[in-house]
């Protein structure tokens, strides 16, 4: 425990830089040279309008320039112990473990850290007005075709049950074989098979498609949301596809 109460308070990130190449070489692995990471991340650059659009591992520039300095401000903005959490397993006793933790971690103070329990934020609201048609995003690759279709609805919050609503859309119209929408993948006939994201933070749902050998796709809309893509691929393409 004396040692972690030391990592917090003093980190030195002696291996920042090291590190930077093995995040490098994970998104060189899942986005750089995986056509579908790659076109998702397009897809969500073009479609949203907020900073739900940057990925979550971020992009190679920001990567290779972020510093000491950068880094050391985020952890102080970021991490303080009135955001942390102390995990003990094992036959310990409790009053011991506190003892050490006020003894250990008393001493940090973190001021300019922030409090993990602000007031609920309203949400993004949806965009207003009538919608003002798809947005179209075409990506080649030899991988073969693919579709996808997005929808904004809320994010998942604590303070807003409403995105709830939205998983079990996601979850009714494209999860699994007993999804309403299997029936367009999972039959002799059928020219695709309809799959969303299991779990999203992101204001927008994003159901996918592949059709089988020798078929086109067939147009097919989402029944909730506003939708901003448009429903059919060139068959002339091995992956061209619209979002």
Wanted: aromatic share 8%.
């Amino acid at each position: 425990m004396a040692m972690e109460a030391e990592r917090f308070r003093d980190p030195v990130f002696r291996e920042l830089y090291s590190e930077k190449k093995v995040v490098l070489e994970e998104r060189s692995a899942r986005i750089d040279q995986a056509p579908l990471g790659r076109f998702l991340e397009e897809f969500q650059a073009r479609g949203l309008a907020n900073n739900y659009r940057r990925p979550t591992i971020g992009f190679p520039e920001d990567i290779r320039a972020v510093g000491r300095a950068e880094v050391e401000a985020f952890f102080r903005q970021h991490y303080g112990p009135q955001a942390l959490t102390i995990a003990v397993v094992g036959d310990v006793d409790p009053a011991e473990v506190q003892r050490m933790a006020e003894r250990y971690f008393g001493p940090w103070h973190a001021p300019n850290a922030l409090a993990p329990d602000q007031p609920c934020a309203a949400g993004p609201p949806l965009p207003a007005g009538p919608n003002p048609g798809p947005r179209e995003l075409w990506w080649r690759s030899e991988a073969g075709p693919l579709l996808m279709d997005g929808y904004f609805h809320r994010t998942p919050t604590h303070c807003d049950s409403t995105s709830l609503v939205h998983d079990v859309i996601k979850a009714r119209g494209g999860q699994g074989c007993t999804a309403s929408l299997w029936p367009l993948g999972g039959r002799s006939r059928a020219p695709s098979s309809p799959r969303t994201p299991e779990r999203s933070t992101r204001p927008c749902s994003s159901p996918t498609r592949s059709p089988r050998p020798g078929r086109a796709f067939r147009a097919w809309r989402p029944t909730s949301g506003r939708r901003w893509r448009s429903s059919r691929c060139d068959p002339s393409a091995r992956r061209s596809c619209r979002a």
